[in-house]
């Protein structure tokens, strides 16, 4: 028994010094090449029981409700979002360019305020727009 011993820790140690033994691969973090869009629309007694139209770089048109907000996946970069004409409030067509950085989530409100009229542009506080979208539920395509 002690010879099986001996010589296992022999062959060991010969298979260490040897280089037969590979050390694992080292895994590369790769970066994110896309980021995440979430437009919101908080509760509001404007509209509340119809929807908002809007798009992401001239592509399908999306519906939103009141207290919902979407998700996006997109790949970093300036995206367009844009909402139609609306004749209902007579609010004119509206674009606004959005930038996501790889990784990077960025909260876009799409609000129909009493006082102030339609609010579509990326929230300025990104913080509280995230406690805000929180709120809300989500809507699914």
């Known amino acids: 028994m ?4 001996r010589l296992i820790t022999a062959v ?3 298979a260490l010094t040897s280089g037969s033994v590979q050390a694992k691969p080292q895994l ?3 970066a994110p090449k896309t980021g995440t869009l979430i437009v919101y629309r908080p509760g509001e007694y404007v509209g509340i029981v119809r ?3 809007f798009s992401i770089d001239g592509g399908t048109r999306h519906h939103i409700n009141a207290g919902r907000y979407m998700r996006f996946e997109l790949p970093a970069g300036d995206h367009i979002v844009a909402h139609p004409f609306d004749i209902t ?3 004119g067509s509206d674009s606004q ?3 996501i950085s790889p990784g990077q989530t960025v909260y876009f409100q799409y ?7 339609m609010i579509f542009e990326v929230a300025d506080d990104q913080t ?3 406690e805000t979208a929180a709120g809300c539920r989500l809507q699914v395509n």
């Not at 002690?2 to 011993?5: I, N």
């Not at 609000?111 to 009229?117: A, N, R």
């Open 2 to 5: 002690f010879e099986t011993v």
């Open 12 to 14: 060991a140690a010969f």
């Open 28 to 30: 590369k973090t790769v």
């Open 51 to 53: 929807t908002y139209a």
């Open 89 to 91: 409030l007579s609010f």
């Open 97 to 99: 360019r959005v930038h």
């Open 111 to 117: 609000v129909i305020h009493l006082m102030m009229g």
């Open 128 to 130: 509280q727009a995230k």
